[in-house]
C-alpha cells in the first residue's frame, strides 16, 4: 500500500477507512510468536524509526524485518506506520536482518540507513528513519519494422553513472504486454538509457537475465549505446512516449553432436544436453538451449547465437557417468559432429559426523543435509562435474558420477531449518584432507568421514573509526572470519552503522579481515575506492559471547574526515 501524507486534504475513501483503522490501533501490528534468543531467553529486542515522504509522516507503510538468505528468508517482525509515521518491531533476538519497506513507487533517498541491520542480544534499537521520495515513471511502447507490437520483450534501464541495470522487484513490470506497452514505476531520480533486446558484456559474450533474440536498440531506435538518448526522471515525474522500433530477431544457430557411450560406442539415449555460453576468457557466463537426446543418442541445441560455448551432461540422468565438457564456437553456420562421450565416474563413499558441545541432540537432524562434491574441469574446459547425496538417518551417503580430480564439499540444510552446520574438516583413510580428495578415473573411494560441528558461540561487535566521523560513501561490506584450524572461512554482513553479529559459531581461533571502500568518490576516476584491509585474530570458547572492536583510520583518506 503507498504511503500517505497525514496533511493530504483529498484522499480516497479506501484509504480513508484505512488511515482511521491504523490511528485506532495505535501502535503497528507485530508477529504474534515468541522469539527465543540464543542464549535460550525471551527475545527483547526492539527496532523503532519514522518513515516520512518530504517533511510529512509517511502513513500506512508495511515494514517488515526478514532473516535469512534466498529461498530460507522470512519475516521475524513486521508493522505498518502509525499517524505519525511512527513504526516498532519487537522480540528480535541478536542477529543480522534485512529491514524492508513496502511502499510500491516509492524510493527511499540517499540519507536513510541500508536495508541491513545487526543487532546485538537485548538491543532496543531507535532513530532508524526512512526518508521516501516518489518514484518517476517511465511508459512507452515496443514495435518491430512492421509496426506489430513486440510481447514479452524485457526493457532495460540502466543508470547512465552504473554498470549494471536497474533491478526490479516486480519481476514483470519490466516486461511488454500484449499491446507491447511498459510502465516501469518507483524509477529514483536519474539519467537513465532505456533499451531492449539481446545484451552483451563488454568482451562479446551474451549476459543471463533476458530471453530476447533481437538485436539490441536503444530508445530512440539506434543500436549503439553512445547514441542513446538520456532520459532524465524527476522526483514524482512522468515521461511518456519512450517508443522503441526493434530489428528482426536475430538469426539463430543449431549445434548438434551425438552422446556415446565411451566403452560400447553405443548412442546414449533419454539423456539431458545443454550448451554454456562462454566468454572470450573461456569462463562460465550462462545456461542455454537444452535437449534430450534420442533413440540413437543424437541432440540438437537450437536458438544458439554466434560464441563461444561448451556442451554439458546435466546431473540427474548420469547416474555414475559423467562427459568432459566438449567445447564449440558458433560463428555465422550451424555447428554439427559433435561427440559426447559418457565415461564412467568416480564415487565417495562415507558417513557425516557432527562434533561439538550439543553434537547428541543434532544427530537427529542429519537427514535434513545434503551434501554436495564438485570436480572443477580444468581449461580448455569449463564448469564443474557436481555430484550430490541426501544424508540417511545412520548419517551415511553416497555421490557419484564426479569426474577425476580433486573433490572439494559443500553442504546445506533443508530451506526453513534450524540446523545449521558448518563443514568443520574432511577425513579419508583417518587422514584429515583439507585440500580435498583426489579422485582417479572410475575410482570408487570409501572410508571418508565429513566431520560437522554446530557452534555454541556469538561473534558481536562493530567497526571503529579512529579519525572522526566520515562525510559521505563509506561502505563496509561482508566481514570474513577465517577459521585457522580448519581453513574455512564464514561471511556476514556489517550494517551502516559498523554493527555486526553472527551467532552459532563453532569454537576456534579465527582471522577476522574487511574490505572496506568509498562509493561516489568526486576525486576518484572509479566509482569505488577500496581502502586498506582490516584484520584482527580472535580465539572463541564453546558457548562464549565474545565483543570485538575493529579500527579503521581514515586519516590517511584525503576529504573523507572531519
Same mark, same amino acid.
Not at 142 to 150: E, F, L
Not at 338 to 345: A, I, N, Q, W, Y
Given at each position: 500500500?503507498?504511503?500517505?501524507?497525514?496533511?493530504?486534504?483529498?484522499?480516497?475513501?479506501?484509504?480513508?477507512?484505512?488511515?482511521?483503522?491504523?490511528?485506532?490501533?495505535?501502535?503497528?501490528?507485530?508477529?504474534?510468536?515468541?522469539?527465543?534468543?540464543?542464549?535460550?531467553?525471551?527475545?527483547?529486542?526492539?527496532?523503532?524509526?519514522?518513515?516520512?515522504?518530504?517533511?510529512?509522516?509517511?502513513?500506512?507503510?508495511?515494514?517488515?524485518?526478514?532473516?535469512?538468505?534466498?529461498?530460507?528468508?522470512?519475516?521475524?517482525?513486521?508493522?505498518?506506520? +502509525?499517524?505519525?509515521?511512527?513504526?516498532?518491531?519487537?522480540?528480535?533476538?541478536?542477529?543480522?536482518?534485512?529491514?524492508?519497506?513496502?511502499?510500491?513507487?516509492?524510493?527511499?533517498?540517499?540519507?536513510?540507513?541500508?536495508?541491513?541491520?545487526?543487532?546485538?542480544?537485548?538491543?532496543?534499537?531507535?532513530?532508524? +528513519?526512512?526518508?521516501?521520495?516518489?518514484?518517476?515513471?517511465?511508459?512507452?511502447?515496443?514495435?518491430?519494422?512492421?509496426?506489430?507490437?513486440?510481447?514479452?520483450?524485457?526493457?532495460?534501464?540502466?543508470?547512465?553513472?552504473?554498470?549494471?541495470?536497474?533491478?526490479?522487484?516486480?519481476? #514483470?513490470? !519490466?516486461?511488454?504486454?500484449?499491446?507491447?506497452?511498459?510502465?516501469?514505476?518507483?524509477?529514483?531520480?536519474?539519467?537513465?538509457?532505456?533499451?531492449?533486446?539481446?545484451? /552483451?558484456?563488454?568482451?562479446?559474450?551474451?549476459?543471463?537475465?533476458?530471453?530476447?533474440?533481437?538485436?539490441?536498440?536503444?530508445?530512440?531506435?539506434?543500436?549503439?549505446?553512445?547514441?542513446?538518448?538520456?532520459?532524465?526522471?524527476?522526483?514524482?515525474?512522468?515521461?511518456?512516449?519512450?517508443?522503441?522500433?526493434?530489428?528482426?530477431?536475430?538469426?539463430?544457430?543449431?549445434?548438434?553432436?551425438?552422446?556415446?557411450?565411451?566403452?560400447?560406442?553405443?548412442?546414449?539415449?533419454?539423456?539431458?544436453?545443454?550448451?554454456?555460453?562462454?566468454?572470450?576468457?573461456?569462463?562460465?557466463?550462462?545456461?542455454?538451449?537444452?535437449? /534430450?537426446?534420442?533413440?540413437?543418442?543424437?541432440?540438437?541445441?537450437?536458438?544458439?547465437?554466434?560464441?563461444?560455448?561448451?556442451?554439458?551432461?546435466?546431473?540427474?540422468?548420469?547416474?555414475?557417468?559423467?562427459?568432459?565438457?566438449?567445447?564449440?564456437?558458433?560463428?555465422?553456420?550451424?555447428?554439427?559432429?559433435?561427440?559426447?562421450?559418457?565415461?564412467?565416474?568416480?564415487?565417495?563413499?562415507?558417513?557425516?559426523?557432527?562434533?561439538?558441545?550439543?553434537?547428541?541432540?543434532?544427530?537427529?537432524?542429519?537427514?535434513?543435509?545434503?551434501?554436495?562434491?564438485?570436480?572443477?574441469?580444468?581449461?580448455?574446459?569449463?564448469?564443474?562435474? #557436481?555430484?550430490?547425496?541426501?544424508?540417511?538417518?545412520?548419517?551415511?551417503?553416497?555421490?557419484?558420477?564426479?569426474?577425476?580430480?580433486?573433490?572439494?564439499?559443500?553442504?546445506?540444510?533443508?530451506?526453513?531449518? !534450524?540446523?545449521?552446520?558448518?563443514?568443520?574438516?574432511?577425513?579419508? +583413510?583417518?587422514?584429515?584432507?583439507?585440500?580435498?580428495?583426489?579422485?582417479?578415473?572410475?575410482?570408487?573411494?570409501?572410508?571418508?568421514?565429513?566431520?560437522?560441528?554446530?557452534?555454541?558461540?556469538?561473534?558481536?561487535?562493530?567497526? =571503529?573509526?579512529?579519525?572522526?566521523?566520515?562525510?559521505?560513501?563509506?561502505?563496509?561490506?561482508?566481514?570474513?572470519?577465517? !577459521?585457522?584450524? !580448519?581453513?574455512?572461512?564464514?561471511?556476514?554482513?556489517? +550494517?551502516?552503522?559498523?554493527?555486526?553479529?553472527?551467532?552459532?559459531?563453532?569454537?576456534?581461533?579465527?582471522?577476522?579481515?574487511?574490505?572496506?571502500?568509498?562509493?561516489?568518490?568526486?576525486?576518484?576516476?572509479?566509482?569505488?575506492?577500496?581502502?586498506?584491509?582490516? =584484520?584482527?585474530?580472535?580465539?572463541?570458547?564453546? /558457548?562464549?559471547?565474545?565483543?570485538?572492536?575493529?579500527?579503521?583510520?581514515?586519516?590517511?583518506?584525503?576529504?573523507?574526515?572531519?
Amino acid at each position: 500500500m503507498p504511503p500517505l501524507r497525514a496533511s493530504n486534504d483529498f484522499m480516497p475513501r479506501y484509504f480513508r477507512v484505512l488511515l482511521l483503522s491504523i490511528a485506532a490501533a495505535s501502535l503497528p501490528t507485530r508477529l504474534e510468536a515468541q522469539v527465543i534468543d540464543s542464549t535460550g531467553k525471551l527475545a527483547i529486542g526492539s527496532i523503532t524509526g519514522r518513515v516520512t515522504l518530504s517533511t510529512d509522516p509517511a502513513i500506512g507503510v508495511r515494514v517488515v524485518l526478514l532473516k535469512g538468505y534466498g529461498s530460507d528468508r522470512r519475516p521475524v517482525a513486521k508493522g505498518t506506520t +502509525d499517524a505519525d509515521g511512527r513504526y516498532l518491531l519487537t522480540g528480535i533476538a541478536g542477529g543480522s536482518y534485512r529491514l524492508k519497506l513496502l511502499a510500491p513507487g516509492y524510493v527511499r533517498s540517499e540519507s536513510s540507513i541500508g536495508g541491513i541491520l545487526s543487532l546485538r542480544e537485548g538491543e532496543r534499537l531507535s532513530g532508524i +528513519d526512512f526518508e521516501l521520495a516518489r518514484g518517476g515513471v517511465i511508459t512507452g511502447r515496443i514495435t518491430d519494422a512492421d509496426g506489430y507490437p513486440a510481447i514479452a520483450e524485457e526493457v532495460v534501464l540502466q543508470a547512465v553513472d552504473q554498470e549494471f541495470p536497474v533491478f526490479f522487484s516486480n519481476g #514483470w513490470m !519490466n516486461l511488454t504486454d500484449d499491446r507491447g506497452v511498459y510502465r516501469l514505476y518507483g524509477v529514483p531520480a536519474g539519467r537513465y538509457t532505456v533499451s531492449v533486446g539481446e545484451r /552483451r558484456d563488454k568482451d562479446g559474450a551474451a549476459l543471463s537475465g533476458g530471453e530476447s533474440k533481437r538485436p539490441r536498440t536503444f530508445y530512440p531506435g539506434v543500436t549503439e549505446k553512445p547514441r542513446a538518448s538520456i532520459i532524465e526522471v524527476h522526483e514524482g515525474g512522468e515521461i511518456f512516449g519512450i517508443d522503441i522500433t526493434v530489428g528482426k530477431f536475430s538469426k539463430s544457430f543449431t549445434a548438434s553432436g551425438r552422446l556415446i557411450s565411451e566403452e560400447t560406442g553405443a548412442g546414449v539415449p533419454g539423456a539431458s544436453c545443454g550448451a554454456v555460453i562462454l566468454s572470450p576468457a573461456g569462463d562460465v557466463v550462462d545456461f542455454t538451449s537444452s535437449s /534430450r537426446t534420442n533413440s540413437n543418442g543424437d541432440f540438437w541445441l537450437t536458438d544458439l547465437r554466434p560464441g563461444q560455448y561448451i556442451v554439458q551432461i546435466s546431473g540427474r540422468d548420469r547416474e555414475n557417468f559423467y562427459a568432459d565438457p566438449v567445447p564449440f564456437q558458433i560463428d555465422h553456420d550451424d555447428v554439427g559432429g559433435l561427440e559426447v562421450k559418457l565415461r564412467r565416474g568416480s564415487s565417495i563413499r562415507g558417513t557425516v559426523l557432527i562434533e561439538g558441545a550439543n553434537a547428541g541432540a543434532m544427530r537427529s537432524s542429519l537427514s535434513e543435509i545434503t551434501i554436495r562434491a564438485g570436480v572443477e574441469f580444468l581449461k580448455p574446459s569449463a564448469g564443474w562435474s #557436481w555430484g550430490s547425496s541426501h544424508v540417511a538417518d545412520d548419517g551415511s551417503f553416497l555421490i557419484q558420477g564426479l569426474a577425476p580430480g580433486t573433490a572439494r564439499f559443500s553442504i546445506s540444510a533443508t530451506p526453513g531449518s !534450524n540446523f545449521r552446520p558448518e563443514l568443520h574438516y574432511l577425513e579419508h +583413510d583417518g587422514a584429515v584432507a583439507s585440500d580435498g580428495i583426489e579422485l582417479g578415473p572410475g575410482e570408487d573411494i570409501t572410508a571418508v568421514r565429513v566431520v560437522l560441528v554446530v557452534g555454541t558461540s556469538t561473534l558481536q561487535g562493530q567497526v =571503529k573509526l579512529v579519525s572522526g566521523p566520515v562525510l559521505r560513501g563509506l561502505r563496509f561490506g561482508l566481514m570474513t572470519a577465517r !577459521n585457522l584450524g !580448519n581453513g574455512l572461512s564464514l561471511y556476514f554482513p556489517i +550494517d551502516d552503522r559498523g554493527h555486526f553479529f553472527v551467532d552459532n559459531l563453532p569454537a576456534g581461533q579465527y582471522e577476522l579481515s574487511l574490505q572496506p571502500f568509498f562509493v561516489g568518490m568526486a576525486d576518484s576516476a572509479s566509482s569505488e575506492q577500496r581502502l586498506p584491509m582490516v =584484520k584482527q585474530t580472535v580465539n572463541v570458547g564453546e /558457548r562464549t559471547k565474545l565483543d570485538v572492536t575493529l579500527s579503521l583510520d581514515l586519516s590517511a583518506v584525503p576529504g573523507q574526515n572531519q
